[in-house]
């Protein structure tokens, strides 16, 4: 099975800043899934406020890895931040889909907006603010793990083409395999 590199990267993100934070990850499951999905990294929930900070993890892994696979418009406004709301520098200057993030990050940030809801008082400056104050945690774990985020996301794209792959009915990427990069770093 051929995994983009651009998938391995997003959910190499949410892996590894979920191990991080000391979530339990069970791997990353590709095909078959909900439609308009191409891969899901599959965790055990803890809690609310490490689970906000995981949802961002993925798209932030994309944009710092992945840069130049983002239009520069993009990239430049998911620089200052992936939470859109009319006060961001360049809401005006996105479109409406733009502003949708890229494909898989959608359902990323309607997780992120349910649990900061849970967090914080349901008024909307108040869930935006701890949105915000974990996307930046998540660019920091990010940050701090791109190397091995990095290696993941190649040891995925290969895991995809090892022989066994194509007739599975579904791929799925250990955690154990991951863990190797950890404690190799």
């Known amino acids: ?21 000391g979530l339990v990850e069970q791997g990353i499951v590709f095909r078959p899934l909900p439609p308009g999905e191409a891969a899901r990294a599959v965790y055990t929930f803890s809690d609310p406020q490490t689970s906000l900070v995981r949802c961002f993890a993925g798209l932030l892994a994309h944009l710092q890895l992945l840069p130049d696979t983002i239009k520069p418009h993009l990239r430049l406004a998911y620089t200052h931040s992936i939470i859109f709301t009319p006060e961001h520098p360049y809401y005006n200057d996105l479109t409406v889909e733009e502003r949708n993030f890229l494909s898989g990050a959608q359902d990323d940030m309607a997780f992120a907006r349910g ?19 974990a996307e930046a945690q998540a660019r920091d774990f990010v940050t701090a793990s791109s190397h091995i985020i990095s290696l993941v996301a190649a040891d995925i794209v290969a895991f995809g083409l090892e022989p066994d792959s194509d007739t599975m009915e579904f791929v799925y990427y250990s955690n154990l395999r991951a863990n190797k990069f950890i404690q190799n770093a």
């Open 1 to 21: 099975m051929n995994i983009p590199l651009e998938f391995a990267t997003h959910e190499a993100g949410h892996l590894i800043v979920g191990l991080r934070i």
């Open 115 to 133: 649990f900061a809801s849970q967090i914080a008082p349901t008024d909307s400056a108040s869930v935006i603010q701890r949105m915000r104050a």
